[in-house]
């Protein structure tokens, strides 16, 4: 008979898993900075460490913030972080502008979609 002993002091490794959210507002005009809220939040069961929240968003339209870190985020746990972004003057009335916002850390990784109007 084989018996499996576990010390009190192991407990399996838990995974963490990354929610995000974004806020901002629904128009921005030509040559203003629009701020948009990304907020993480860790939906798993272990801490993660060293988030990075990086925006993409079309060079035509605007300038690419940069990269925000977080350096440890604990399980249910959740932090907001605005990102800048300046809206060129040149950018065209009525155009659309999408930012695509990730929050990555090692091989854990979310996405999400702003769409926000150009006046």
């Known amino acids: 008979m084989i018996q499996t002993h576990f010390s009190s002091d192991y407990w399996p490794p838990g995974k ?71 809206v060129k003057r040149s950018a065209k009335k009525g155009k659309k502008l999408k930012v695509k916002v990730a929050a990555t850390s090692g091989s854990v990784k979310r996405t999400a979609v702003r769409t926000v109007k150009v006046r």
């Not at 339209?61 to 604990?74: D, H, R, Y």
């Open 16 to 86: 963490p898993k990354l929610t995000l959210k974004l806020r901002s507002a629904g128009k921005v005009k030509r040559g203003k900075i629009l701020v948009v809220k990304a907020t993480v939040k860790n939906i798993g069961t272990a801490a993660v460490k060293s988030v990075k929240i990086k925006a993409k968003v079309p060079k035509k339209l605007a300038k690419t913030p940069k990269v925000t870190k977080v350096n440890s985020l604990a399980p249910g746990k959740s932090v907001t972080r605005k990102l800048k972004i300046k």
